[in-house]
């Protein structure tokens, strides 16, 4: 371990985080879905697979057909289709939230239930795989968590916290933040995903966030001064991993944005193999800005600055002078008000676009694109009659909006982007736990909506007019699963 933190050497990393045997298992392309390989069962220790493979590897062309094949059989003789995970019914989860009171439409009433029934499980690490942790690639955390494909995302948590918190699992919520607190008591900070992996890879820093909002709303006093620590940890790792300074001849920003791992993600390994690389030089500044250059002092960046990431940031900033401000009021908070009013700073005048008169991403390659409202989501700057709202944005965006033109009292504007936002996640053959939970928030907030009836088959199951493009999906998702289980057998 690194200062006592967890890293990948500490884990089965030779086999799901780098090494040749995962080089050539998704460089050929051994699975359909990179993933598959990443989530599978080790039959013995890592190190030895390792080792016989390199004794293999010598012997075999994988530009032939009989060398993909004898790759094919390694896999299927040194690891197995296994889960380790197992479901719980959370304590707190009910049929009949609260919340269903206050929903006036029966069709609403409807849509609610049916993403109520997606918190009614959560995943733990089965006793076996807590006791063979170097077997697989899970990293274990204290509670059973909600999360889509047994994964518990960083990035989904905030949306998955409120959702929690609307449906009256009070305790879930609890659990969740504990879980994100133990992931950074184990690694330093919260891994994008509770897989080893991702180790070396944070996240924006939502925990911050989280752990104020629930304090507000409930008061915990004990929770948020234990917590607190670990969630300064997670920002400063956060920080100190991704946030830089632009130079400008009357100016300095300072920006965080993600950077590009120097090594392909195993979840996506081919993708980043194959990339090719973003020119270094002759690029040119594009933007509303007054002056003729930027000097980037690590050297621009390699594609585009998220107003998102930055909002996230700064939000996360004045979450933790908050909370210190009550639990450590010995404590000197100077340096979340300084990272705030910088990060403000880069926000109102680095990205913002003097042409659409919005915030707007930005890219040192193609100027400013993609208009942004996060700063009105976070509570960062108010709301103008000129935003504009981007047209066929994701879920997520699409909540952002609607949550900015309710604090501006543009009730019906709204009301017809949560439709429309309703209608395209039936567009989804499956709806993600992210997606769920955004739509359990949009329904919280409006309590009079009325959404589009779902229509019923005989059996009380839901139905619509997609069920043709559902049956297709379905259909091409057991082809898929077919070559998967012939190359690899079940436990």
Known sequence: MADGFLTCKDHA????????????????KIFDNPRVFLELWARRSPNVIVSRYKALRPKIKLSESSGREALEKFVENNFVNKSCHER????????????????RHGSTR?????????????????????ESFEHHSTLQVMHPFHGSS???????????????????MNTSAKQLIENLAGLVHKCGYVPAENRVYFLGRGAPPFLAIILEDYYNKTDDKELSERILPLAELDFHYWVNSTVNQALSAFDVFLFSRERQPLNPRPERYLQDWMRVPVRENGSVFKSGLTVKSVLWETGEPKGTVKVKTIAITEWAARSLRRLCQIFKPDQNDDIYRLLSSELLHTIDALMYSSYSDQWMDYSPHDGHKERSLWPVYTGARGWMDHYQINNGSDLEETFVAVDCLLKAGKIELAKRLVVEAFNSADRESQLSLKNAS????????ISDLELPQIRMD????????RTLLVLCSLTVTAITSIVIVQKIKFY
């Open 13 to 28: 990393s030779n086999v799901f985080c780098y090494g040749r045997l995962l080089h050539d298992v998704q460089v050929y």
């Open 88 to 103: 719980t019914v959370p304590s707190d989860w009910t049929a009949a939230p609260r919340l269903l009171k206050q929903i």
């Open 110 to 130: 409807q849509r609610f239930l049916s993403l109520n029934r997606k918190f009614e499980e959560t995943y733990k690490l089965t006793s076996e795989a807590a």
């Open 150 to 168: 047994y994964v518990l995302d960083y990035r989904e948590s905030w949306w998955i916290y409120q959702a929690l918190m609307r449906l009256g």
């Open 438 to 445: 955004i739509l359990v928030i949009l329904i919280s907030k």
């Open 458 to 465: 005989s059996d009380g199951s839901a139905e619509n007019s």
